[in-house]
C-alpha cells in the first residue's frame, strides 16, 4: 500500500519546471500560489521514496533562492538526498545543503561520513561535488576530520579533481589551521605543475593567502618570479602580480628583480586587465623605480585620453595611489584630470574630484576652486553639492592650514550659498561660525558677507540654506561692532519675508536685534556730547564703530524700526519666538522714555545707562570654539561616583522603596497613578529618627544606609535636618556640591600654528591641541594567527631540509671514521696489555634565534642556491649585503 502511494505521488508530482510555469501565470495571486505550493512540497518531501524527496527539495531550492521561502526545517531531508546512488539526486541534496546549511545546522554532523565516502569516490563528478560542498559549509570539525581525504586530492591524476581541492585547501588552511602541514608541500609542488588550469587554481590560493600575511610567504618568491616570466595566461599574471604587490612592500629587494618583467608586460600586452593590474602594481609598490614609474604614468595618460569610459575611471584611478608620493604625475595630466569633470559617466567625474582635491595646497586652492565652481554652476544636483562638500572638506582640513586669505574664503562661502542646487548650508553655516570664532582678523569681512546673504530674498526660500542664514544672523549680531551700518543690520533681520524661515532660525534673527540694539544704546549712551552725524558713520580702521557716531535721531529711527518689527511677532504662536520678541520689547519700553533726555540732561550715569551697560556686558564676553573633547577635562567632583554601581541600593532601602497603595481605593483600580507612590517621606523621617535617636544602637540596615549616604551623597535628596543646618552655618558648605564650570578653556589649550613668510601674511587661526582631528586607531597587524605560524613553520622546514641532510651525512662519515680508528686503538692496546677507553665528543651544533623575516629571506636564498657572496650561513646579512638585489 505504502509502495502504491509513493507511486501515485511520484506518478502526479510537479517538476520544478511545471512550478516555474505556474507562478509566471500568476499576476495577482502569487503569494498564494507559493503557499500552497509550499504545503505540497511539506507534504512530498516525507516521501519515502528517494526520486520524489529530491523533487520536492529542488522545488524548495528554488522558492528559497528567489523568493526567501525558510528551508532550515528540510536539512535532515537534504542528508537523505545525498545519500542516494544516483548522481541526479546525490547534486539536488548537496545543493541543499549549501544553500542552507551554517556552522549553527544540528545536522551538520551527519554528513561528516557521506561527505568522506564521495571524496573516496572513484566518480570525479561525486568528488567534484563533495568538495564543492565542503568549501562551502566547511566547519572546523568538518576540516579536521576531512584534511587527510583532501591531502590525497590533491595528489590525483584528474585535473578537475586537483583542481577543485586545491580550492577547497583555502577554506581548510582557514578553518583548520594545522592542516597547513599535511597539505602546504603538495600546494607548493603544484606551483610547478604544467597543466595550466591547476597552475591557474593554485595561483589563486595563494593570492588569496598572501593578502592576509604577506611575510610568511616570502620564501616562494623565486616560484612566483618564475610564473612571472615564463607564464602566458593573463589571468595567472594578473594573480601573481597581486601577490608581489604584497611581497614587495614586506621586502623593498624584490621591486628592483620585478620591476623588469613588469615594464616587459607593459610594453607588450594587448590586453587592458593585464596592463592595469602592472600599473597599479608599479605605482603602490614600486614606485620608488623610476624608469617603471614612468613607463606606468605614460600608460595611464593612454588610459586619460581613451573614449572608454571604464579605461578613463581606471586610469583616474591609477592616478589618485600614485598621487600622495609622487604628485608630478598628477600635473602633467592635470588638464586631462579637469576635462574629466565634464564626462557622462557619474563615477569617472567623482573620481576626477577626488584626485583634483588631493592636489590642493595652499598656492593653487584659489585656482582650483574657481574652476570647480564653474562646473557646479552647470552640473547636476548631485555633482554640484559633491564638489561644494569636497571644496569645504579640503578647505578646512586642519583647522584651514591651507586657507591664507580668510576674506578670499569667505566670500566662497558666499558664493556657494548662491548656487541654485546647493544643499550644503547646514556645512556653509558651520564654517561662517568656525571662523568667526577662530580667526578675529576676518571678522570684519564676515559681517559684511554675513549682510550680504540675510538681505538675498533668493536664499529665504530655499530651506536647505537656512542653516548659513541662521550663520549669519548670529555673526551680524555677535561682531556688529564691526558692521558699517547698524541699522541696515536690523532692517535686514527684521524684514517681512523672514516668515519663510523656520520658528528656531527666526529665534536667532530676533537675538541678534538684539545684540544690535544693546550695542548701539550703549554707543549713544557712552557719548560725550551730541553730534550731528547721519545714522551711522563709517567705522575707523580697526574696525569698530567711532563711540559718538549715534546721535538721537539715529537712535530713534533704530528702536522704532526694531519695535515696529516685532510686534508682529509677540502674537506668534511659536512660544520662544514670541517669548524672545516679547522680552526686546519691554527692554525698549523701559528705556524708550528714557534716550530723549539724554539730549537735555548732562548726566552722566542714568538709570536707563546703567541698564544698557549691564545687557553690553551680558553679551561682552567672547566666544570661542570649544574642542570635542572639552567634557572630559572637566574634573569630577570629589566623592561624585560615577562609576560605581548603585545596586545595593535596592536591598538597603528595599522597605522604604516598595510601592504604598491607598487601603481606601477600590482594588480594581490599582493601575491607577494616583493610587500608587513611593515613600520618600517616610524614608526622610526614618532618617531623622535614626539621627535623633543616637543614645540607641542602630539597626544593620541603617548602618549600612548610613554609610551608603555618605558614600552617594549627591544621589539623595538632602533632609529637613542637613537644610537647617546649612541654613545655620550660612554659606560655609555651600562650595562642597559646586561643580566647576563645564566648558572652561584656558589659554594653554589653544596653540597657534606658524606658517612660513608669505607676501601676505596668514591670520591668526585659534587651534586647539585636542579634537581638531580625527582620530584614528593605530593599524596593529596581528603576526601571530595560527595560519601564519603554521605556513612559516612549514616554509622554515622546507628550507632547512637540505642542511638537515648534509649534517646527518657528516655525522654517518664521522661515525664511520670512528669506528676505524678505535677498531686500531684496540688493537694495539691490547697487545701492549693497557686498558684504554675512548673519549667520542658530539658536535656541538649552535642555536641562533632569527627574526621571521630573517628566517624567510634565509630559507629563500638556501631554497634557489642564490646566497649572497661571503655568506656562508644562514644568519642575518651583513652590513655590505643589506641592500643589494636578491638575485644577480
Sequence with gaps: MASSNSLMDNLFQRSLEDLIKGLRLQLLGESFF????????????????????????????????????????????????????????????????????????????LITNQLRKDLNSSNEYEVSLALECLSRIGT??????????????????????????????????????????????RLVESLESSD????????????????????????????????????????????????????????????????????????????????????????????DQETALKLAVAKIREFLVDDDHYLKYLGLHALSIVAPKHLWAVLENKEAVVKALSDEDPNVKLEALHLLMSMVNEDNVSEISRILMNYAIKSDPLFCNEIIASILLACSRNSYEIIVDFDWYLSLLAEMARIPHCQRGQEIGHQLIDIGTRVKDARLELVRVSRALLIDPALLGNQFLHPILSAAAWASGEYVEFSKTPYEIAEAL?????????????????????????????????????????????????????????????ISSLVNIIELGLCSLSGTLDVEVQERAKNILGFIGMIKHKIAEKVTTQESETEASRAVAFMEDVFSEELGPVTSTAQEKVPLPHGLELKESLEDLQEICGEFLKPVVDSNS?????????????????????DQEEASSSSSHPPESASLLAEHRKRHGLYYLSSQKSDDHNDSNGDNNNTLNEYPPANEISADSFNNKKKRNQSKPRPVVVKLDEGDELKTKPNVSNNDEPLSLAIQSALMGKGKEKEREKYNHERDLDSRIKGRGSGREKKTKKKNGEKSTLHSTKPMVEKTTLSPLHMGLAALASMSRLLPPGQESLGEPSLEQKGKPMWS
Excluded at 150 to 155: Q, S, Y
Design 34 to 109: 507559493i503557499s500552497k505550493s509550499f504545503e505540497e512540497i511539506r507534504r512530498e518531501i516525507k516521501s519515502t521514496d528517494l526520486s520524489t524527496k529530491s523533487i520536492a527539495l529542488q522545488k524548495l531550492s528554488y522558492l528559497a533562492a528567489l523568493h526567501g521561502v525558510d528551508m532550515s526545517w528540510a536539512a535532515f531531508h537534504a542528508v537523505e538526498v545525498v545519500s542516494s546512488s544516483r548522481f541526479s539526486d546525490k547534486r539536488i541534496g548537496y545543493h541543499a545543503i549549501t544553500q542552507s546549511f551554517n556552522d549553527q545546522t544540528p545536522v551538520l554532523l
Design 140 to 185: 572546523d570539525d568538518l576540516a579536521r576530520d576531512l584534511t587527510s581525504e583532501v591531502f590525497t586530492l590533491l595528489g590525483s591524476s584528474k585535473a578537475l579533481v586537483k583542481k577543485k581541492a586545491i580550492g577547497v585547501v583555502l577554506r581548510v588552511f582557514d578553518k583548520y589551521p594545522d592542516a597547513v602541514k599535511v597539505c602546504f608541500k
Design 196 to 287: 595550466p588550469q591547476i597552475l591557474s587554481a593554485v595561483v589563486g590560493v595563494f593570492c588569496e593567502l598572501t593578502t592576509k600575511d604577506p611575510r610568511s610567504y616570502l620564501p616562494l618568491a623565486p616560484e612566483f618570479y618564475k610564473i612571472l616570466v615564463d607564464s602566458r595566461n593573463n589571468w595567472d599574471l594578473i594573480k601573481v602580480l597581486k601577490i608581489f604587490a604584497k611581497l614587495a612592500l614586506v621586502e623593498p629587494r624584490l621591486a628592483k628583480k620585478v620591476a623588469d618583467p613588469i615594464c616587459e608586460l607593459m610594453r607588450r600586452t594587448v590586453g587592458k586587465s593585464l596592463l592595469f593590474e602592472c600599473i597599479r602594481t608599479v605605482v603602490s609598490s614600486l614606485s
Design 494 to 554: 527684521l524684514q517681512p519675508r523672514t516668515s519663510l524661515l523656520a520658528p528656531s532660525v527666526r529665534a536667532i534673527y530676533i537675538h541678534s536685534t538684539f545684540k544690535v540694539l544693546v550695542f548701539s544704546l550703549a554707543v549713544y549712551f557712552s557719548a560725550q556730547e551730541p553730534t550731528s552725524s547721519p545714522l551711522f558713520e563709517e567705522p575707523t580702521s580697526t574696525g569698530s564703530s567711532p563711540m559718538n557716531g549715534i546721535t538721537y535721531k539715529s
Design 666 to 686: 477600590n482594588s480594581n483600580s490599582f493601575s491607577s497613578s494616583e493610587n500608587i507612590s513611593f515613600s520618600v517621606a517616610k524614608l526622610r523621617i526614618s
